[in-house]
């Protein structure tokens, strides 16, 4: 790959204005909201949802599967926190993958993006329709029509809630990140509150026997649970979506990415052996709504499981809010390096946001969560999500060796054994996922190669950099506009 295909990390954060005043957007975060933006845009479908899917998988040793999907993630979040810490921009690991491995490695790593966070997001508004008819049943007793709350493929027309909450948290982002960071930082207190809550219901009907037998599938049944876990532990990377919008990126970041992974770990651990220890892990397997389930069983009444609901519905629109912010931040990135076309960095005076870009991507969003069926496409999510993290770790070695000095304000523990051991884990979980999903993978990375070839490639503003200009020469002409 030629040189000046490479970014300098200098230049991004030059470009950027992240140690200045960002590109047109407005520092207003600090520690506490990017940790509750963190547990925001992690905690929702995965628990609330995706728990019963986990758990048939692998039984009670759904704990074990959910320790292994962390231990993935924490090694990658060791080298996310290094390189958010370094190079504190929008852009997150298509930055990084920019900076250390090239432009056309960045432009995959972007359109692996779109994959886990449009995904992602479709999938957890249809997640958040569930909960809201669980909600509504245990308010009035009556439903929304099937018609009306799920797509064709699932016996419906159109999931109408699902486009509802997509358009609630686009409304949200165009006001301002300000009010963006408010509600989830409430969100996520009030979803935190809940399964703090829920852990107190279930461990008080609690029966060992219920955790006989602890490992029904064996170890072929922990890596499939693991698998799925995983799609629990997606979101926690866009905290580093926020480093043109954090008052000081370069220490809080890695901070929040560390305070997150734990906090969100010890979570999902106590609230798998709550439910499993209080009805059993063959009453919760594939049961939709699974934790309302729970809390009626234990208490015979469904207001619990109402309460439960809520936050479900409460925990569940902050994850939409956040992965849709993450997207938006990432789009206006590769707009700048002129990568996709460039409505998506233009940023509104008015509101300090990229307004045309986050209503293209909440229109965009919002079709297949409306109309589509996203099972089929699940674990093409998670191998596009594990590939993202297995090139992040690859950039932590490339960028050691080719920018020494470059300031870092944390570093990786066991270098270089750390990153290694990252993507090791990212490589078994992508193994897991079946050759089927291998093959859609390799046809959609040809899909984004093609579109770089024909557009990236042609537009990028690195491309059309004079030769000899260095990133030193390009920082001081950005100062001085």
């Known amino acids: 790959m030629p040189a000046s295909r490479i970014k300098s990390p200098h230049l991004l954060v030059a470009e950027s204005g992240a140690d200045r005043d960002g590109h047109g957007l407005k520092r207003t975060m600090g520690l506490f909201q990017l940790i509750c933006f963190g547990v925001g845009a992690i905690v929702g479908t995965g628990i609330f949802v995706g728990l019963s899917d986990s758990v048939a998988q692998a039984g009670p040793a759904v704990v074990v599967s959910y320790i292994l999907a962390a231990i993935t993630c924490v090694f990658t979040a060791f080298s996310f926190a290094e390189l958010g810490g370094a190079i504190p921009v929008s852009g997150s690991s298509y930055s990084f993958a920019y900076a250390g491995l090239g ?24 997640g958040w329709s ?43 982002l165009v006001r301002g990140v300000r009010e963006s960071a408010r509600a989830t930082a409430a969100m996520a207190a009030v979803k ?36 799925a876990a995983f799609f629990s532990y997606i979101g926690f990377d866009a905290i580093t979506t926020a480093g043109e919008e954090a008052k000081n990126p370069r220490r809080d970041i890695p901070v929040a990415i560390m305070v997150c992974m734990g906090l969100v770990t010890l979570l999902y651990c106590a609230v798998a ?10 009453e919760v397997a594939g049961r939709p709504a699974a934790l309302s389930y729970v809390v009626n069983a234990v208490t015979g009444s469904t207001v619990g499981g109402g309460v439960i609901a809520f936050g479900a519905v409460v925990a569940i629109a ?51 969560a409306a109309f589509a069926s996203l099972d089929a496409v699940m674990n093409l999510c998670t191998i596009g999500t ?9 950039v932590v070695i490339a960028l050691r060796r080719r920018e020494p000095g470059l300031t870092r304000s944390f570093r990786v523990p066991l270098y ?3 990153p290694l051991l990252g993507v090791a884990f990212c490589l078994y979980l992508m193994y897991e996922t079946g050759w089927r999903t291998w093959l859609q993978f390799a046809v959609f990375l040809a899909v984004g190669l093609l579109v770089y070839v024909a557009y990236g490639r042609r537009h990028s503003t690195l491309g059309r950099t004079a030769p000899g200009v260095t990133p030193d020469d390009a920082e001081r002409e950005l100062q001085a506009v």
């Open 192 to 227: 935190l509150v809940i399964l703090l809550a829920f852990c107190v219901i279930g461990y008080s009907a609690f029966k060992d026997g219920n955790l006989t037998p602890f490992s029904p599938a064996g170890l072929g049944g922990i890596g499939a649970g693991t698998t």
């Open 130 to 172: 569930q909960y809201v008819n669980e909600l509504l049943h245990s308010l009035t007793g009556l439903q929304l029509p099937t018609a009306l709350s799920a797509g064709p493929g699932d016996g419906g027309i159109v999931n109408l809630p699902a486009v509802v909450v997509i358009a609630m948290a686009s409304v949200l």
């Open 273 to 282: 052996v709550a439910a499993i220890g209080a009805i059993g892990s063959d």
């Open 386 to 394: 594990l590939a993202i993290m297995a090139v992040v770790n690859v």
């Open 416 to 418: 270089p054994v750390g």
């Open 103 to 126: 432009e056309s490695t960045a432009f995959l790593v972007g359109w692996c993006l779109l994959l886990e966070y449009g995904i992602s997001i479709s999938a957890v508004a249809v």
């Open 318 to 368: 902050s994850v939409v809010l956040a992965v849709m912010y993450g997207q938006t931040r990432i789009l206006m990135s590769m707009s700048r390096d002129g990568l996709i076309p460039r409505v998506f960095e233009k940023v509104s005076p008015k509101t300090s946001t990229p307004v045309a870009g986050t209503l293209i991507v909440a229109v965009v969003f919002a079709l297949p």
